[in-house]
C-alpha cells in the first residue's frame, strides 16, 4: 500500500512560480510511475504531468508544456511539480497519483493511488 501526501499550493499571482511536493510512503513508490493531475471547479478531472519510475521518461499536458517540470527523488519517495509563469487557469486542485507499473499512463483510471490534493489558486 502506498500513501500519497501533497503540500505546496497556495494562492499567488498570475506570473508567479509554486513548487509541489508529494511524498510517499511504501516499498513500491521507486517502481511506480506517478502523475499530477488537477480539477478546476466545475471540470473534469485533468491530466497534468507524469513521470516514469526512474525519471527518464516525462510527459505533459499541451497546456503546462515549457512551463511546468515533473521530477522525482526516490530516496527521498517523493515527487515534484514546479509551476513557473502561473495563470488564472491553471486554478484548481492538484492530485498527485501513483500507479503499480513503471510507465506513465494519462488515464487517471490506470491509477492505484492518491492523494488528498492540493489547491492552487492564480489571480489575475
Known amino acids: 500500500q502506498v500513501q500519497l501526501v501533497e503540500s505546496g499550493g497556495g494562492l499567488v499571482q498570475a506570473g508567479d512560480s509554486l513548487r509541489l511536493s508529494c511524498a510517499a510512503s511504501g516499498r513500491t513508490f521507486r517502481n511506480s510511475a506517478m502523475g499530477w493531475f488537477r480539477q478546476a471547479p466545475g471540470k473534469e478531472r485533468e491530466f497534468v504531468a507524469g513521470?516514469?519510475?526512474?525519471?527518464?521518461?516525462?510527459d505533459y499536458t499541451d497546456s503546462v508544456k515549457g512551463r511546468f517540470t515533473i521530477s522525482r527523488d526516490n530516496p527521498k519517495n517523493t515527487v515534484y511539480l514546479q509551476m513557473n509563469s502561473l495563470k488564472p487557469e491553471d486554478t484548481a486542485i492538484y492530485y498527485c497519483a501513483g500507479r503499480q507499473l513503471r510507465i506513465i499512463s494519462r488515464n487517471g483510471y490506470d491509477y492505484d493511488y492518491w492523494g488528498q490534493g492540493t489547491q492552487v489558486i492564480v489571480s489575475s
Open positions: 513521470i516514469s519510475w526512474g525519471g527518464v521518461t516525462k
